[in-house]
């Protein structure tokens, strides 16, 4: 059968299992957006293309399989950039198809021409620029392949225009061929050995869960672990889910907005079971005096997380899933042969900080609205499955801190590069592959304006997001830093309370509006916002501004270093 790039590229993406992609058309890829109007793919035409590529992580975190994203050449793929770094960081499986100029006139400087695999090396497990319209079909298919296997991430496929018009002979590739790709997914037997007789001899264990857990399909295997060896359990902010919130053994999130248990439970054990997780510097703050006292086993599919920061005692190079179910069985063995270790005065240290140490805040009834509180309710009045998208910011902390994350693949959010303005795409992407699953983003003022428009993409749609926006008319994590660390020198932080007007703004772009400005309003908005199910909804919560983030390790500090809510232990607080 005799078909175009530009059709053999479409049906490439069919074969794949491609339901739906998130994109907009231009010059250079052009002769691929005609084909689609006969394809069975559901496209979904976006205001920007970094929302497309923010809709495909979304899509790909709530859903587990690859996000695709389709956008032109130049500046159309230099806007895409940002979520490929963003995917690349927090390891989420997207395929970026993106157009190029001719290939005989790359390296002319032709209209909308740019280096987009050049660019883009750095960001992707892997691109490829297609010289030949009969390598289609291999590409694609090692694409989706290269995306999903080993440590996931993104993957771009540049496509020049003359390519895809060009004629080849279709075929499908029965299997793929990449010998300098061999991810290691079973862990070696005696590092799984030399690790259960590490947890026998433990103490003060931890596991320290990461969001491999989840990328794994590990949750599972994880609660099984845990309950067997009876250790806490901390969830990074990318594996907030990956172990229940209500289980007795969840410490909840460590790191510099952690809190005080789970980050002190890390400083003082004995042992830390890393699983598929990375050591961030936010997790561990200044490394130097990161769980001084800690042994260290750590199990990663990447082998070059593997004492990148911390040389672990016992390395295991595997996929989370496969190697906690060969831990549990060599655990199950070890228990066999010796007494285990009395967990009873480690679990009573750690009961003891939580109820000394408890997060705080206080909501008075004719005070200004506190953002934790109207987190809480939403919370507390959404089922509880629902899927929540953050952006990034102080609104992401509390979201991570107070949200009680009970199943895995619940809280969507930008962790390793922090993007401003993740939310409101990232949102609309998990709704579209989740769509019987409620959805709340929860963002800030700085980062609904950075993005905003693709609520015009979900109104088209007929996508129904809900949006709260925690609306402090500030850019509050910064200007949390420049009152604690820069004597309350505000810099540019400024927003504004009355610019924009955000329910003229949602209403404008196809959305139902409220604005919350009291507690006693938060209730009944958020089930009128509930109720809507046709549209999108956006509500403007009129939060204190003065309200900060607690608790709080300063950047480069120690853990030990954990700056408390001043007021923590007030009476009536929260």
């Given amino acids: 059968m005799k078909l175009t790039g530009a059709q053999a590229l ?23 957006y005609d084909p689609l109007i006969d394809s069975s793919i559901r496209h979904i035409l976006v205001r920007h293309e970094q929302g497309a590529g923010h809709m495909a992580e979304g899509f790909a975190h709530a859903t587990g399989r690859p996000g695709v994203a389709m956008v032109t050449s130049g500046p159309a793929a230099t806007n895409i950039v940002t979520p490929l770094c963003d995917a690349y960081m927090d390891s989420v499986p997207i395929v970026v198809i993106t157009g190029q100029v001719p290939y005989t006139v790359i390296g002319t400087d032709a209209f909308q021409e740019c280096d987009t695999v050049g660019i883009t090396m750095p960001v992707t497990k892997h691109n490829w620029l297609v010289t030949d319209p009969q390598d289609i079909p ?3 298919r090692e694409a989706f392949h290269v995306a999903t296997t080993g440590r996931p991430g993104p993957v771009l496929v540049d496509v020049p225009k003359d390519v895809s018009n060009q004629m080849m002979d279709w075929y499908w590739p029965d299997s793929v061929d990449m010998p300098g790709y061999k991810p290691n997914v079973k862990g070696h037997p005696k590092q799984i050995k030399d690790a259960a007789r590490l947890m026998a001899e433990a103490e003060r264990p931890v596991i320290y869960a990461g969001g491999g857990i989840l990328k794994a399909r590990a949750a599972d295997a994880l609660r099984q672990l845990a309950e067997l060896i009876g250790a806490p359990v901390v969830t990074t902010l990318m594996a907030r889910g990956a172990f229940p919130d209500d289980h007795p053994q969840c410490l909840g999130m460590p790191g510099m907005h952690g809190n005080y248990t789970s980050v002190t439970s890390m400083q003082k054990a004995d042992l830390l079971i890393a699983l598929g997780s990375r050591f961030d510097d936010r997790v561990t703050g200044k490394v130097g005096s990161f769980a001084p006292g800690a042994k260290v086993i750590h199990v990663d599919i990447d082998p070059a997380e593997l004492g990148k920061v911390r040389r672990p005692d016992v390395p295991i190079v595997g996929d989370c899933r496969l190697v906690i179910q060969e831990l549990v069985k060599a655990v199950e063995s070890e228990k066999h042969k010796r007494d285990w270790p009395d967990l009873d005065p480690w679990w009573h240290q750690l009961r003891e900080w939580q109820e000394r140490y408890p997060l705080h805040y206080e909501q008075l009834e004719d005070g200004p609205l506190k953002p ?12 509880d499955d629902t899927i929540v998208v953050a952006g990034v910011g102080q609104h992401q902390m509390w979201t991570s801190q107070r949200w009680k994350f009970n199943h ?3 809280y969507v959010n930008s962790g390793g590069l922090g993007t401003m303005g993740f939310a409101v795409p990232a949102s609309i992407g998990a709704k579209v592959g ?22 015009v993409t979900a109104s088209a749609e007929r996508i129904p997001v809900k949006i709260g926006i925690l609306n402090n008319a500030y850019l509050g994590m910064v200007r949390q830093w420049q009152e604690l660390f820069y004597e309350e020198r505000y810099s540019e932080v400024y927003l504004s309370p009355d ?5 003229k703004w949602a209403e404008a772009m196809g959305c139902v509006g409220f604005r919350v400005d009291t507690p006693e309003d938060v209730e009944p908005t958020i089930e009128k916002a509930n109720s809507i199910d046709d549209r999108p909804v956006v509500v403007d919560f009129r939060v204190d501004y003065k309200e900060k983030v607690y608790p ?23």
Avoid at 499 to 503: N, Q
């Fill in 138 to 140: 291999r590409i694609v």
């Fill in 552 to 574: 709080m390790v300063p950047a480069g500090g120690s853990n030990d270093d954990i700056i408390l809510d001043p007021a923590h232990d007030k009476p009536g607080g929260r």
């Fill in 372 to 383: 934790q509180f109207c987190i809480d309710m939403l919370r507390d009045h959404t089922p």
């Fill in 434 to 455: 989740m769509p019987d699953r409620m959805v709340w983003a929860i963002d800030g003022d700085g980062c609904f304006q950075m993005t905003a428009q693709e609520l």
């Fill in 408 to 410: 895995p693949y619940t």
């Fill in 499 to 503: 610019l924009p007007d955000y329910v």
């Fill in 10 to 32: 479409i049906k490439s993406l069919e074969m794949e299992g491609t339901e739906v992609m998130f994109g907009l058309p231009g010059g250079a890829i052009l002769p691929v």
